[in-house]
């Protein structure tokens, strides 16, 4: 067995919460558990939303809750010649067709129809038509993939210290799914299917709402001819720690807190790792 490897895998697009910290630390409990490894891994494909200095700021806010990383940290902003390989590929298997859509145009085409993110359908609108002169996206043409890949699709849901559970993915409530947008060459989707294996992830620990993620991603790697890692989806903070936590803790960003006299061992054992220092007390 190789030796497991994680990740935690923010976004620099604004600054860390609580929410990030329990996802952080419960990495890191996971992986001591493990005899394994966490990887942090920036991802940081959105040019307008991702800046560097939130990046910085990131690693400063999880240095200062006790968390490194092994060098070299990834950046996913570095990596857009691999995703734009594997989307070629995709291309020239016949996997994904340029989109010209708006997003109002999607909305008035899906109906009431939605994904399991709740955002409107793609029913398919620019499917079959030739690669346009102007900006457009690339979307996965989910019944080709499907003809190529019926599955069925199975993963592990793991827990340390309890049985392994089989998943059954469905990845085909994701439809057409955008795996480049019109400004980048890639998607959260792809990036993070290419990335985990690239990076050798056996273990995914992530929150509750990139559940119905892995459905989609699973069909990727399968596309892809990549492993599936193991995967945990975490209750989020406001329903598993939320009631241990006051509103201000909650929604305060850690650098806020820290600024207010916080301290590092108090933010950690509100989150149910360690226990509260006694000068923390209330
Ligand atoms: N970058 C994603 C986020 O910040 C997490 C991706 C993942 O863990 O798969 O929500």
Redesign the pocket.
């Known amino acids: 067995m190789p030796s497991p490897r994680l990740r935690f895998?923010?976004?620099p697009n604004g600054r860390l919460h609580l929410g990030h910290a329990y996802s952080a630390l419960l990495n890191a409990e996971i992986a001591r558990a493990l005899h394994g490894t966490v990887l942090l891994r920036i991802?940081d494909i959105d040019p307008v939303r991702c800046r560097p200095e939130l990046a910085e700021a990131l690693v400063a806010d999880l240095t200062w809750l006790g968390l490194t990383y092994p060098e070299p940290v990834w950046r996913q902003s570095a990596r857009m010649s691999t995703y734009r390989a594997a989307l070629a590929s995709l291309q020239a298997r016949g996997l994904i067709y340029p989109c010209t859509c708006t997003r109002r145009e999607i909305q008035d085409a899906a109906g009431g129809a939605r994904d399991p993110d709740g955002a409107p359908l793609y029913l398919g609108t620019c499917r079959g038509r030739p690669v346009p002169n102007e900006p457009h996206a690339w979307r996965l043409d989910m019944a080709r993939a499907l003809a190529l890949c019926p599955g069925p699709f199975a993963y592990a849901a793991f827990t340390p210290g309890a049985p392994e559970a089989a998943r059954n993915p469905d990845p085909a409530r994701w439809g057409d799914a955008v795996l480049a947008r019109k400004d980048v060459p890639t998607s959260?989707h792809l990036a993070?299917v290419l990335d985990d294996a690239a990076q050798g992830i056996t273990h995914?620990v992530?929150g509750q709402d990139?559940e119905a993620a892995t459905d989609l991603h699973v069909l990727l790697q399968r596309l892809l001819g990549l492993p599936t890692p193991r995967y945990h989806h975490h209750g989020l903070i406001r329903d598993e720690a939320g009631d241990k936590l006051s509103k201000s803790l909650r929604s305060e960003a850690l650098a806020a807190l820290r600024e207010r006299g916080v301290r590092a061992a108090e933010v950690r054992a509100r989150l149910g790792f360690g226990e509260v220092p006694p000068q923390d007390q209330t």
């Open positions: 895998a923010p976004s991802e959260y993070v995914v992530r990139l």
